[in-house]
């Protein structure tokens, strides 16, 4: 199975660099990804890591290190609208490769 | 533009009622999803369909059953509604080789009294 850790809850002020951590533990492992979740509204995908390292879109990026079951979503210039919730989610290997979300990390920016 | 449409926004039912949630995708996506979410339990997978007439299920499918009769349209029937099926139902849909959810509906709030 897979279990997933991140924080509940972060507030940042606008303008600054916030980073979100993941760590997971799970019996077989075929990437990660970030979701963004405004309240009320649906999630909306972010970003995908597979491989170790950085992957960098615009003022988020994303890092993986799969041999410490840790992933990492940075975001710069924050602004106002990034007050959201912000998802991660395993997907593990074998069949259907199913998919488990963590529970998720509120951000507040303030100003 | 895509879009995964659930055709209610906001549901209110009795309990032993069967309730039916209903989602369509106009992407040609091979793959639909149901999740849940709840507060401090997250997104959790309820069943997902690969194909027409093709289901598994996910982590949590009691009391639930689906029903996939056309690629567009996933649907999710709840037996015998009970009030801890009280919650937030995200339909979600994908190609064929992405097993994440890709895109999401705005989702159903249902409550069972």
């Known amino acids: 199975g897979q279990n997933i850790d991140q924080p509940t809850e972060m507030t940042a002020t606008e303008g600054a660099i916030v980073q979100i951590n993941c760590t997971y533990q799970?019996?077989?492992?075929?990437?990660l990804f970030w979701y963004q979740q405004h309240a009320g509204e649906a999630p909306t995908f972010l970003s995908y890591?597979?491989?170790?390292g950085l992957e960098e879109k615009g003022r988020f990026s994303s890092f993986l290190s799969r041999s410490k079951g840790y992933s990492y979503l940075l975001l710069k210039e924050l602004q106002m609208k990034d007050s959201a919730s912000y998802l991660c989610?395993?997907?593990?290997?074998?069949?259907?490769?199913?998919?488990?979300f963590g529970t998720g990390t509120k951000l507040q920016v303030i100003p | 533009d895509v879009k995964v449409t659930q055709s209610s926004r906001y549901l209110v039912k009795r309990t032993g009622e069967k309730v039916f949630l209903e989602c369509v995708q106009d992407m040609d996506h091979e793959n639909m999803f149901w999740y849940r979410q709840d507060p401090g339990l997250g997104l959790r997978l309820i069943y997902f369909?690969?194909?027409?007439?093709?289901?598994e299920k996910g982590d949590i499918p009691e009391g639930y059953s689906v029903s996939r009769e056309k690629k567009e349209r996933f649907s999710l029937i709840l037996e015998s509604a009970s009030t801890n099926q009280t919650s937030m139902y995200l339909c979600?849909?994908?190609?064929?080789?992405?097993?994440?959810?890709?895109?999401f509906g705005d989702g159903t709030r249902l409550s069972i009294l």
């Open positions: 989610a395993v997907r593990g290997r074998g069949g259907y490769q199913k998919v488990t």
């Open positions: 890591n597979v491989l170790d």
């Open positions: 799970t019996s077989g492992f075929n990437g």
């Open positions: 979600a849909s994908s190609y064929r080789g992405d097993f994440q959810p890709q895109h």
């Open positions: 369909s690969y194909d027409v007439k093709m289901k």
